[in-house]
């Protein structure tokens, strides 16, 4: 079974990736494991699920290391690419009609979870670590913001009332003194 968490209470999986194309030397999230935590009740429980798995096919903890974690074959063949986008085109086409479901793959996951932690107000520094993102630009590229929070920041901007000797020492702006000059005739001339 899963060791058990002290500060959750719950159990989970701790999983290390091997090595992969944007950290072929495990040098970058070589020291970060991955935590599959079982979340009895959940839609989602990927410890539970990882726990049913382990007890339908047990691995000697001898071979652990060399046994792929999911296999395409009882010849133990890890999963490709390939078969990882053809389980999850799959998936979405059962919900989705065909056209649309073939925008989807496995890279859309990463993006998707990046997004959900963005408009869940995680760091962007947290957002490319759990994505195992290694550079700042890949985060900046898939982590989008959901319409409706950008919305709402904008919202926010716009009934956020600042102090005006927050706004001193501003550079004047292009035409600043004809937009004053063009607010002072309009409060002169109001009905």
Known sequence: SCPR???TGGDYAILSPPV???????DVFG????????LPGEELDPGGALERLEIAFPTPA?????TPLFCTSHRLEPFDHATVDALIAGLVRSFMPEHEATRYSAHSMRIGAACTLLCAGVSTAMIQRLCRWRSEEAQRIYARIEPAAYLKRISELAHTRLRPDALSGLPAIDNDDVAAGLHAYLLQHAD
């Not at 992969?20 to 495990?26: V, Y």
């Not at 001898?62 to 060399?66: G, L, M």
């Open 5 to 7: 968490c002290s500060s």
């Open 20 to 26: 992969a194309k944007n950290d072929p030397f495990g």
């Open 31 to 38: 020291s970060d494991p991955l935590y599959l935590f079982v």
């Open 62 to 66: 001898e071979r652990r290391t060399r």
